[in-house]
């Protein structure tokens, strides 16, 4: 038999076990999951065709994919992690998230949201004792066509200066997070602490691949914003502080220049708020603006 018959033939029986595990899924009863298992089935047979995959690095594959499973748990989410280094969360977020005119841009919600942040008055502090120089963050909340959208819940959450968020510490810590609403007029107000940069998580498996790729795994200093009001769509999003060093090479692809706002640093003195600060503070101007369409 010449090498050519030995391939073609080779080819056809590594078709023939793909065409077999399609088939078996040709009765699921949602068309949907139909259409994405028999889609994952083939883009993954397809891969390990095109890099021809050996059995020891497919092992090593599971090896990896338990070790992520392992180390995740109700402080920690590593699957998410390896998706936004990836690049598949920012990807999922272009899908279902298009740009629409005039709409503040979406970005990855991250591996830190916590649904049971405390709610804090307009005006309130989500620091609860994070390290950090204290920062002013208000804007307005509008629609594409400039109505001030009230009542609007925002949830915000961020590291500390030392690069930590609270569910990272030991305890049941909450600081660096809360949430609250926008006014009649559509603004809202809050203080915190001056973002800052920090690397994700890097002692555990996708620390490791990041290592292995030669990969920063710097985040730039961000703060998240998480914004739902009936009859918009839900945004997710960060801003980021203009002149950070690792803009250009964020570990999660997050960064959109849309996103880069100015951090204003004050000297001790009266705020616009009306309080005053006995220590230097900052603040920084985020307007939102949503689309119209089914609450997420």
Not at 247 to 269: C, I, M, Q, T, Y
Request: proline fraction near 5%; charged fraction near 25%; charge should be negative.
């Amino acid at each position: 038999m010449s090498i050519s018959t030995e391939t073609d033939e080779s080819a056809r029986k590594e078709q023939a076990v793909t065409d077999k595990v399609l088939a078996s899924f040709d009765s699921t009863a949602s068309p949907r999951l139909r259409e994405v298992v028999q889609s994952l089935v083939r883009h993954l047979h397809a891969f390990a065709r095109d890099v021809r995959l050996t059995q020891a690095e497919w092992e090593a594959g599971i090896e990896f994919l338990t070790r992520t499973g392992h180390i995740t748990n109700h402080r920690r989410q590593e699957f998410i992690l390896l998706s936004d280094v990836l690049g598949l969360s920012m990807l999922t977020v272009a899908i279902n998230a298009p740009a629409t005119a005039g709409a503040t841009e979406s970005t990855v919600y991250g591996p830190f949201f916590v649904d049971a942040a405390p709610e804090i008055p307009f005006g309130g502090d989500i620091a609860g004792g994070a390290s950090g120089t204290p920062c002013l963050v208000q804007g307005t909340v509008r629609s594409t066509d400039g109505t001030p959208v009230r009542g609007a819940r925002i949830d915000v959450w961020e590291a500390d200066d030392d690069g930590f968020y609270d569910v990272q510490y030991d305890g049941d810590r909450i600081a660096g997070r809360g949430w609250l609403r926008s006014d009649d007029e559509g603004r809202y107000r809050f203080w915190s602490v001056v973002p800052a940069s920090y690397p994700i998580p890097a002692d555990g498996p996708v620390g490791d691949l990041l290592t292995a790729a030669g990969r920063s795994p710097m985040r730039p200093a961000h703060l998240h914003f998480k914004v739902a009001a009936a009859g918009y769509r839900t945004l997710i999003t960060h801003i980021f502080v203009a002149g950070d060093e690792h803009l250009d090479h964020d570990a999660v692809f997050g960064v959109k220049d849309s996103l880069v706002v100015d951090v204003v640093r004050e000297d001790p003195g009266n705020a616009p708020d009306g309080t005053t600060r006995n220590e230097p503070w900052a603040q920084i101007r985020f307007d939102i603006v949503l689309t119209t369409g089914h609450e997420e």
